[in-house]
């Protein structure tokens, strides 16, 4: 199995063209109740197949909006500095710094910051940059072999071995799309449920997400399961009043 940074040496480059906007939202959805919990607007600057940077925010079920995330890749493409705040919660979580050999993760909660400097190893991918990882690595997975990387988790102030695979072909909207499942590579996989994803085939933007969130069930203060969809019809229980997309 070639290490994920072998496997980006041997990466086709995507034809250079001006940044491009990429702009959408997904709907998001309690796994088990089908509860619909919250809305994402994402909107990103994509260069080709890259994600340059972006910002997330995040609407509950009336449309007011409970949290934001700003994404930069300029410095690693797959360790964004990006910062998740969630007012509500005094909960702030982030990767402040990138490092060619190192980068900085920091949590806030109840008015107490912690952090922890990541010794970066080859392949290492963090946050949003997972997506990144497949869809630079979406042949590979096409082709029926399994991805491999260390994977750092800002809301946990660690690193943890994930894995990646196809495990079946399906449509979305009509669209051919593949089945992936992420997952720990450890005995954490015992311990933490695995990410069920849909992708576009051709295109390799995410269609469906299935797992943990990073917004928190306010009765609890845990992370949420979620099914999320990134469709271009609204469903019916969205709201009418979020910001458009333009």
């Known amino acids: 199995m070639k290490t994920l940074a072998a496997a980006l040496l041997l990466t086709p480059i995507a034809a250079l063209a001006a940044p491009a906007d990429h702009h959408f939202r997904g709907y998001a959805y309690d796994l088990k109740s089908n509860a619909y919990l919250y809305t994402e607007v994402h909107r990103q600057t994509l260069d080709g197949l890259n994600w340059i940077d972006g910002t997330i925010d995040y609407f509950d079920p009336k449309g007011a909006k409970i949290a934001s995330k700003t994404l930069d890749y300029r410095a690693d493409p797959l360790i964004p500095v990006f910062k998740l705040d969630i007012p509500g919660e005094g909960y702030v979580e982030a990767i402040?710094?990138?490092?060619?050999?190192?980068?900085?993760?920091?949590?806030?909660?109840?008015?107490?910051?912690?952090?922890?400097?990541?010794?970066?190893?080859p392949g290492m991918a963090a946050d949003s940059g997972f997506h990144s990882a497949i869809v630079q690595n979406f042949d590979q997975l096409l082709a029926g072999k399994e991805l491999k990387f260390r994977f750092?988790?800002?809301?946990?102030?660690?690193?943890?071995?994930?894995?990646?695979?196809?495990?079946?072909?399906?449509?979305?909207?009509?669209?051919?799309?593949?089945?992936?499942?992420?997952?720990?590579?450890?005995?954490?996989?015992?311990?933490?449920?695995?990410?069920?994803?849909?992708?576009?085939?051709?295109?390799?933007?995410?269609?469906?997400?299935?797992?943990?969130?990073?917004?928190h069930d306010p009765a609890t203060g845990k992370a949420y399961n979620v099914r999320i969809v990134y469709t271009d019809t609204p469903p019916k229980d969205a709201p009418a009043n979020l910001p458009p997309l333009s």
Request: with cysteine; proline share 4%.
């Open 152 to 215: 750092g988790v800002a809301g946990q102030l660690d690193t943890y071995n994930f894995r990646c695979k196809k495990v079946g072909d399906t449509t979305f909207d009509g669209k051919p799309a593949i089945k992936l499942l992420v997952e720990p590579d450890s005995l954490l996989r015992f311990l933490a449920g695995p990410l069920n994803l849909v992708y576009d085939v051709k295109t390799r933007y995410l269609l469906e997400y299935r797992g943990v969130s990073n917004m």
């Open 96 to 121: 402040t710094e990138v490092k060619p050999d190192r980068y900085t993760m920091s949590k806030t909660f109840e008015g107490k910051t912690r952090t922890e400097v990541i010794k970066r190893t």
